[in-house]
């Protein structure tokens, strides 16, 4: 075990990363095979990335004419409790039944594109039938992970938005207000780290280990938690050098993104708005992504090495 882990490099894997991206798409190149497992790909990370919302608060307790404002808002939605309720009702349910939908649609696609990248092959109809029960079960520990999540997120957000109207009132310290408000914060950052850290192992380890050993996704984790107690600061190693391979895409997209709007009349764009057509562009950067995750994980056995399946 000990030569296993001074074998383990983060480093490493991001050559034979890039080697493999080459073979994957462009030796030879091939636009159907980058179509098809751009689709995968696409599958693969539909509830990943979307568009940063920025929300400006402008609050001022002596303003007037915002209360005004509120108030003639909770007239109108006391006059029309019904309607609201009934539209707000079929909204989020339609909302929730999307999510769902994109859930099991991207549990079947993380091994679709996995497989695609193991085998350096394109198809969709085989892994879409040979891993159904694997991605039922991921897709179940997903939505329970989800459920989890928003009870957390939504016990302390409510309490937080509580005690940030409390800073209406005279009657309590606005240090105590503002002490408590922070450790709520700070809850909500813990709690939506943890999940990331959940999920992203998940995606990067486990899924390999059901991938290549037929398991559930309990099984798996069974399997990979004797792995993350050994190897912890190398998997914590790995996380941080993941999130700057992350930025350096990022930064390398956004440059694209500008060059195609300054030399294609903004036309360019359209490529990077429209969702499929956006993973097909960059299809690189997402093959490169997932290759580096397989590659550091091959280091820690043969049986976890993904690219020795050929059936």
Same mark, same amino acid.
């Given at each position: 075990?000990?030569?296993?882990?001074?074998?383990?490099?983060?480093?490493?894997?991001?050559?034979?990363?890039?080697?493999?991206?080459?073979?994957?798409?462009?030796?030879?190149?091939?636009?159907?095979?980058?179509? &098809?497992?751009?689709? +995968?790909? $696409? #599958?693969?990370?539909?509830? =990943?990335?979307? @568009?940063?919302?920025?929300?400006?608060? %402008?609050?001022?307790?002596?303003?007037?004419?915002?209360?005004?404002?509120?108030?003639?808002?909770?007239?109108?939605?006391?006059?029309?409790?019904?309607?609201?309720?009934?539209?707000?009702?079929?909204?989020?349910?339609?909302?929730?039944? &999307?999510?769902?939908? +994109?859930? $099991? #649609?991207?549990?079947?696609? =993380?091994?679709? @594109?996995?497989?695609?990248?193991?085998? %350096?092959?394109?198809?969709?109809?085989?892994?879409?039938?040979?891993?159904?029960?694997?991605?039922?079960?991921?897709?179940?520990?997903?939505?329970?992970?989800?459920?989890?999540?928003?009870?957390?997120?939504?016990?302390?957000?409510?309490?937080?938005?509580?005690?940030?109207?409390? #800073?209406?009132?005279?009657?309590?310290?606005?240090?105590?207000?503002?002490?408590?408000?922070?450790?709520?914060?700070?809850?909500?950052?813990?709690?939506?780290?943890?999940?990331?850290?959940?999920?992203?192992?998940?995606?990067?380890?486990?899924?390999?280990?059901?991938?290549?050993?037929?398991?559930?996704?309990?099984?798996?984790?069974?399997?990979?938690?004797?792995?993350?107690?050994?190897?912890?600061?190398?998997?914590?190693?790995?996380?941080?050098?993941?999130?700057?391979?992350?930025?350096?895409?990022?930064?390398?997209?956004?440059?694209?993104?500008?060059?195609?709007?300054?030399?294609?009349?903004?036309?360019?764009?359209?490529?990077?708005?429209?969702?499929?057509?956006?993973?097909?562009?960059?299809?690189?950067?997402?093959?490169?992504?997932?290759?580096?995750?397989?590659?550091?994980?091959?280091?820690?056995?043969?049986?976890?090495?993904?690219?020795?399946?050929?059936?």
């Amino acid at each position: 075990m000990d030569a296993v882990k001074k074998s383990i490099s983060v480093i490493e894997p991001v050559n034979e990363a890039l080697e493999k991206t080459k073979i994957l798409l462009f030796r030879p190149f091939n636009l159907e095979k980058w179509f &098809i497992i751009g689709f +995968c790909a $696409w #599958l693969a990370n539909l509830l =990943r990335g979307g @568009f940063y919302n920025g929300t400006n608060f %402008n609050y001022n307790r002596k303003s007037d004419a915002g209360a005004e404002e509120v108030a003639k808002i909770v007239g109108f939605i006391r006059e029309n409790l019904l309607v609201i309720s009934i539209s707000a009702s079929v909204v989020i349910i339609l909302a929730i039944s &999307i999510f769902i939908l +994109c859930l $099991w #649609l991207s549990s079947r696609g =993380r091994f679709m @594109f996995l497989d695609c990248l193991a085998k %350096n092959k394109a198809h969709v109809k085989y892994p879409w039938n040979t891993f159904k029960l694997h991605a039922d079960s991921l897709f179940k520990f997903r939505l329970l992970i989800a459920i989890l999540s928003f009870t957390a997120i939504t016990a302390l957000g409510i309490p937080m938005i509580a005690v940030f109207f409390f #800073l209406k009132s005279s009657t309590i310290s606005g240090v105590t207000v503002f002490a408590a408000f922070f450790i709520l914060f700070l809850g909500i950052i813990a709690t939506g780290s943890v999940i990331g850290f959940i999920q992203t192992l998940t995606t990067d380890f486990v899924v390999p280990i059901m991938y290549l050993h037929g398991t559930n996704v309990w099984a798996g984790w069974q399997k990979f938690m004797p792995l993350l107690s050994q190897h912890f600061w190398k998997v914590i190693l790995y996380l941080l050098f993941k999130i700057l391979i992350g930025l350096c895409i990022g930064a390398i997209v956004m440059i694209l993104v500008i060059l195609s709007c300054c030399c294609m009349c903004g036309i360019g764009i359209i490529f990077f708005i429209i969702p499929y057509v956006s993973t097909v562009a960059t299809l690189p950067f997402y093959s490169f992504a997932r290759l580096y995750s397989l590659c550091f994980f091959k280091q820690f056995g043969s049986e976890f090495n993904v690219f020795t399946v050929t059936v």
